[in-house]
């Protein structure tokens, strides 16, 4: 499979991280590490000028129809700059809403997501549960001419100034799909404090939440896992940034620091410690591509992918991170180093959607049922 980038995919990636460094540098990033709000406002509006908001949504609703591998693309440089906001969340959700949610509700909802003038997030996990199909505890009832909800959802990215949220809950004992009005009666947003600081992140409690019929997506369990397979692959994009600027950081860090009268960088053991990074990278790089063009492609191994890709970065993203603190030393978690910031999200991105034992356990029973050609 050829993983080169098209010109315009490399134009793509380029201006993305072009915007981040000049108007969400680390300044940026630390100025709204302990703000409540989850996006600087004009660093949205800008990026809806780039097309961000649409990229993945069909032309006829303002987007550039784009697929997961130009999003992916945009997730990575996310993950190196340390941005925020809804991208990720909002193209999950306007993805999902376009191949199966009902004409009126594309309409009504999907011009708004391109533009960038509201967004979406996805109320999936709950607490002290997997991050998974049977995980899913949050009821859905039908009462005369409403469908009801009730639950509580965990983790749910940028919830916080969201216009909708889709919430995934069981209707007749059947995980699906539901589109909230943030501001409908019974919804409480509360933020959480977690390790990430430069993602925000909320509790949703629904209480008796009433919504129409119609905003039911089609679709049930299939659609969902799709879904979660889709996030999946972004969450690695995202970590996949993250780690590209430990390793930076890291040789940065053992070409300048100096013992024994020479950098540090010249031992053996470090550069032992530098390389198996750079392999961690690489393997999380080919694994990334490989499952966002299996999706794209509608590969029949684009679930298989998706796990592959999700475990193995899962688990490259937290061996990442110990190396580069062990080599940084204790300067790597003091406030005043950039690095801590890095350590931080990459944790954050190794349990986002499920962690490493998650997917391993999905990838077994996938292989059982269809066993992979040799």
């Known amino acids: 499979m050829d993983f080169e980038l098209s010109e315009e995919q490399g134009m793509l990636r380029a201006a993305s991280r072009e915007l981040l460094s000049e108007r969400a540098p680390m300044e940026h990033v630390r100025a709204w590490a302990d703000r409540d709000e989850d996006v600087d406002p004009e660093v949205w509006r800008l990026t809806a000028g780039l097309g961000w908001p649409g990229l993945g949504l069909p032309e006829e609703y303002g987007g550039a129809g784009q697929g997961l591998v130009e999003l992916a693309l945009v997730a990575q440089e996310m993950g190196r700059a340390l941005g925020r906001g809804p991208f990720a969340q ?125 905003h039911r997506l089609d679709g049930g369990p299939r659609e969902i896992q799709r879904m979660l397979d889709e996030a999946s692959v972004l969450r690695c994009a995202d970590a996949l940034g993250t780690m590209e600027r430990m390793l930076e950081l890291t040789v940065e860090h053992t070409t300048s620091r100096v013992q024994f009268g020479r950098p540090i960088g010249m031992f053996q053991a470090v550069k032992h410690a530098c390389a198996d990074m750079a392999m961690l990278v690489h393997g999380t790089r080919a694994a990334t591509a490989y499952a966002a063009m299996a999706a794209d492609a509608g590969a029949d191994d684009a679930a298989r992918a998706a796990c592959a890709a999700a475990s193995y970065t899962a688990a490259g993203t937290g061996e990442v991170a110990a190396r580069a603190l062990q080599l940084h030393g204790g300067i790597g978690f003091t406030w005043e180093h950039d690095l801590h910031l890095h350590l931080r999200r990459a944790r954050a991105d190794s349990v986002l959607y499920g962690d490493a034992a998650v997917h391993r356990d999905r990838l077994c029973t996938l292989l059982r049922q269809s066993p992979a050609p040799a």
Request: aromatic share 6%; glycine share 10%; hydrophobic share 45%.
């Open 90 to 214: 909002t193209a999950i959700v306007g993805r999902t809403l376009a191949a199966a949610g009902p004409p009126e509700l594309r309409t009504a909802v999907l011009p708004a997501l391109a533009a960038g003038s509201g967004w979406a997030a996805w109320a999936f996990a709950e607490p002290r549960a997997p991050w998974s199909l049977d995980g899913v505890r949050a009821t859905a009832r039908t009462d005369r001419d409403a469908i009801v909800l009730d639950g509580v959802k965990t983790a749910v990215q940028d919830a916080g100034g969201a216009r909708w949220l889709l919430v995934t809950a069981r209707h007749e004992g059947v995980p699906g799909s539901f589109l909230v009005d943030r501001s409908a009666p019974g919804v409480t947003v509360r933020r959480q404090r977690t390790l990430d600081l430069t993602r925000s992140f909320h509790e949703v409690r629904l209480e008796g939440v009433r919504v129409p019929p119609a």
